[in-house]
């Protein structure tokens, strides 16, 4: 199930489901260890007319939204039968690890009511039901989860008062279901402390008078001691959750609109949607130089893994994008990152874990009784290119001077080598979709990307012997590519080859990253007829006719499809490629009506809250796979600057404002 919302800091990441309970929740790295997990989820239940309500309960009217320019999100939870509602604004503290939430109850009844909130927490940390501990603590009036170095604090106060029922219990474990059930009668057993998997729930009265409304804030702070959640605890009742709410809303404001972006043009909806999504992406970069694929933990109830790593590739698309938009610190983290983990031979491996150590895998390191390197060497090409664009951008000499050597020399090196005698393209690897092992031609394209900006940084520091080898390289690739890649008589270029001395297989499927590594990375002009040709073939076979429309990975792509006569689902990330090859070919303002259509297509189906996912139903439109999926919201960024930078180029406006 598609999250609605994502909050975080770059140490937390927590991720709330349709009904604004929350499904993930990471410390201490932005996607390592969540202490909730795919199976479990903190509940909100009001408690009125005697009957006890869950937010999970069918009579909800549940709407997640998140806040215009800002991280921060607003749920509107109303309930007809019982004459309630709950506005619930959510954030996660910029300066501090405290997820902070306020909970607004408006009686609609005429009648004066005793109305109890309930909050249940059901935490698995580290990811291991064994061993953790829950306790309350009379002294301070709180809750307490913790295992080893990983503990969690849970508070609640109305006006000046703590909350005034909870409990501590078992669930999942001995026939128990939790507390959450013993709040069911509207009064908490008090049992103070357990150990196994534990769950605990506190509650908080208040008398609302008729078409009145009564305010909750509640809180839970992380740290790796009980020392430090105590401390981060009393600072939040000093400061007050309502300024420390105020205060990070303030500086995400401030950060999402950096540059200034004109937007010109562009309506309301695509504007706010650019905004969430940068927004969501910067929730998924950790501290540590990590920029996670996705956090949704639901992925588990459908296969064996999570997307919660960090592939180089997504992350080199996600570092152009925010330093597209400004952020150059965040960019520069994840050089870092990829400096500090490439191979001494030069390439980077499938993913990675935030605390940079390997990720898991399926690419085998033997094909056919040989030893096979388990890579897709677009990784390693597109971080060099990103990089490039980063120095661009920043014109930070300073740290590509640090990393030459040690990351793009290393790199360069690797696919100087990494060549096929036979064809004069890259060696097998696998695809940018992980599936096939061969030389694709997207692949074969960033490479040729990768040599390039090699060149510059090479030209730029003054080793013209390197700048002249790395584009000699570079134009034989691209020679290559144009050679051994297009199919005159499909007028598209080649998925992938695989060549060997016995046989060569050629696997033709029309593949929308082909094209999309042909006009991007600058194998062909923009204006050139086989580029031409190749979109119509995606237009007349790829383009899915169904009620959505939209751009599927390939031909026939079975994965997560929905109907089987199409080729595909509709994904957001090939969708907005087509986009931009609209934006890059326009001559005149005339010619972005097709880019512009499809950049609205992606915000009809975005979730209110901005949420994009990976794929959507080609019938209904539902959000499919995982979502948020950072690439998806990296895409549509890049494509909304890129249509500015067209308006820019052809004279129409400029791509940012005048500051003040």
């Known amino acids: 199930m598609p999250k609605s919302l994502a909050l975080g800091n770059g140490n937390i990441l927590v991720l709330?489901?349709?009904?604004?309970?929350?499904?993930?929740?990471?410390?201490?790295?932005?996607?390592?260890?969540?202490?909730?997990?795919?199976?479990?989820?903190?509940?909100?239940?009001?408690?009125?007319?005697?009957?006890?309500?869950?937010?999970?309960?069918?009579?909800?009217?549940?709407?997640?939204?998140?806040?215009?320019e800002t991280l921060a999100g607003t749920t509107i939870a109303k309930n007809a039968a019982l004459h309630l509602e709950l506005r619930i604004e959510d954030t996660v503290y910029n300066e501090k690890n405290i997820f902070i939430r306020k909970i607004t109850v408006m009686n609609k009844a005429n009648y004066r009511r005793?109305?109890?909130?309930?909050?249940?927490?059901?935490?698995?940390?580290?990811?291991?039901?064994?061993?953790?501990?829950?306790?309350?603590?009379?002294?301070?009036?709180?809750?307490?989860?913790?295992?080893?170095?990983?503990?969690?604090?849970?508070?609640?106060?109305?006006?000046?008062?703590?909350f005034d029922d909870y409990a501590v219990g078992l669930f999942g474990i001995e026939g128990k279901e939790g507390t959450h059930k013993d709040a069911e009668d509207g009064v908490l057993s008090k049992n103070a402390i357990e150990h196994g998997l534990v769950d605990s729930t506190i509650g908080i009265g208040m008398i609302v008078e008729p078409q009145e409304e009564s305010t909750v804030y509640y809180w839970i702070a992380t740290a790796k001691s009980i020392k430090e959640v105590y401390e981060m605890n009393?600072?939040?009742?000093?400061?007050?959750?309502?300024?420390?709410?105020?205060?990070?809303?303030?500086?995400?404001?401030?950060?999402v609109n950096k540059q200034n972006f004109s937007f010109h043009g562009l309506d309301h909806d695509v504007i706010s949607l650019?905004?969430?999504?940068?927004?969501?992406?910067?929730?998924?970069?950790?501290?540590?130089?990590?920029?996670?694929?996705?956090?949704?933990?639901?992925?588990?109830?459908?296969?064996?893994?999570?997307y919660s790593y960090m592939w180089p590739r997504d992350g080199a698309y996600a570092a152009i994008t925010l330093a597209k938009a400004g952020d150059f610190s965040v960019a520069k983290r994840f050089f870092e990152f990829?400096?500090?983990?490439?191979?001494?031979?030069?390439?980077?491996?499938?993913?990675?874990?935030?605390?940079?150590?390997?990720?898991?895998?399926?690419?085998?390191?033997?094909?056919?009784?040989?030893?096979?390197?388990?890579?897709?060497?677009?990784?390693?090409?597109?971080?060099?290119?990103?990089?490039?664009?980063y120095y661009e951008l920043s014109k930070d000499l300073e740290f590509v001077e640090l990393v030459y050597n040690t990351l793009i020399k290393r790199a360069v090196?690797?696919?100087?080598?990494?060549?096929?005698?036979?064809?004069?393209?890259?060696?097998?690897?696998?695809?940018?979709?992980?599936?096939?092992?061969?030389?694709?031609?997207?692949?074969?394209?960033?490479?040729?990307?990768?040599?390039?900006?090699?060149?510059?940084?090479?030209?730029?520091?003054?080793?013209?012997?390197?700048?002249?080898?790395?584009?000699?390289?570079?134009?034989?690739?691209?020679?290559?590519?144009?050679?051994?890649?297009?199919?005159?008589?499909?007028?598209?270029?080649?998925?992938?080859?695989?060549?060997?001395?016995?046989?060569?297989?050629?696997d033709k499927t029309i593949d929308m990253s082909s094209i999309y590594g042909v006009f991007k990375y600058g194998i062909l002009d923009i204006d050139d007829i086989r580029v031409k040709e190749a979109i119509k073939v995606i237009e007349d076979k790829l383009q899915v006719k169904s009620e959505t429309g939209?751009?599927?990975?390939?031909?026939?792509?079975?994965?997560?499809?929905?109907?089987?006569?199409?080729?595909?689902?509709?994904?957001?990330?090939?969708?907005?490629?087509?986009?931009?090859?609209?934006?890059a070919s326009a001559r005149t303002e005339k010619d972005l009506v097709d880019a512009q259509k499809w950049i609205i297509w992606t915000t009809k189906y975005a979730l209110p809250?901005?949420?994009?996912?990976?794929?959507?139903?080609?019938?209904?439109?539902?959000?499919?796979?995982?979502?948020?999926?950072?690439?998806?919201?990296?895409?549509?960024?890049?494509?909304?600057?890129?249509?500015?930078?067209?308006?820019?180029?052809?004279?129409i406006h400029d791509l940012c404002d005048p500051i003040g």
């Open 16 to 68: 709330l489901d349709k009904n604004a309970q929350v499904k993930d929740f990471y410390f201490p790295y932005v996607g390592l260890e969540n202490h909730i997990g795919n199976r479990y989820f903190h509940r909100i239940g009001v408690y009125a007319d005697g009957v006890l309500h869950w937010l999970e309960d069918q009579e909800w009217d549940v709407k997640v939204n998140c806040e215009a």
């Open 114 to 162: 005793n109305i109890k909130l309930f909050f249940n927490q059901e935490f698995e940390i580290y990811e291991s039901h064994r061993g953790d501990t829950a306790y309350y603590d009379p002294l301070e009036n709180v809750i307490i989860h913790y295992k080893g170095r990983r503990v969690f604090l849970v508070n609640a106060m109305q006006e000046k008062s703590g």
């Open 234 to 255: 009393a600072y939040t009742k000093i400061r007050t959750p309502r300024r420390l709410m105020k205060t990070t809303e303030d500086f995400w404001t401030a950060w």
């Open 274 to 306: 650019f905004k969430k999504s940068l927004l969501i992406v910067r929730t998924h970069v950790d501290n540590n130089g990590s920029i996670l694929a996705a956090g949704d933990s639901d992925l588990m109830r459908y296969g064996r893994d999570y």
């Open 338 to 389: 990829c400096h500090e983990v490439i191979t001494e031979e030069g390439y980077l491996m499938h993913k990675y874990r935030p605390d940079k150590s390997l990720g898991s895998s399926w690419h085998p390191w033997m094909r056919d009784g040989k030893p096979t390197l388990p890579i897709q060497e677009d990784e390693t090409a597109l971080v060099i290119y990103a990089l490039w664009k």
């Open 413 to 506: 090196n690797f696919m100087m080598k990494y060549i096929d005698e036979h064809t004069g393209l890259p060696k097998p690897s696998y695809d940018l979709w992980e599936e096939k092992y061969g030389t694709s031609t997207y692949t074969s394209c960033t490479v040729y990307a990768a040599l390039k900006s090699a060149a510059k940084f090479a030209n730029i520091l003054g080793k013209a012997e390197s700048e002249e080898e790395y584009a000699r390289l570079a134009e034989k690739i691209r020679q290559a590519i144009l050679k051994n890649m297009y199919d005159e008589e499909q007028k598209f270029f080649h998925k992938m080859i695989l060549y060997s001395e016995q046989y060569t297989v050629i």
């Open 550 to 583: 939209g751009i599927p990975r390939y031909m026939w792509d079975k994965y997560y499809t929905a109907d089987e006569s199409l080729p595909g689902n509709p994904w957001f990330i090939t969708t907005l490629w087509l986009a931009q090859y609209y934006i």
């Open 609 to 651: 809250s901005g949420i994009l996912s990976e794929q959507i139903d080609p019938h209904t439109g539902e959000q499919i796979s995982s979502a948020p999926l950072t690439w998806s919201h990296s895409e549509f960024i890049a494509t909304v600057i890129q249509y500015m930078e067209k308006q820019e180029e052809l004279g």
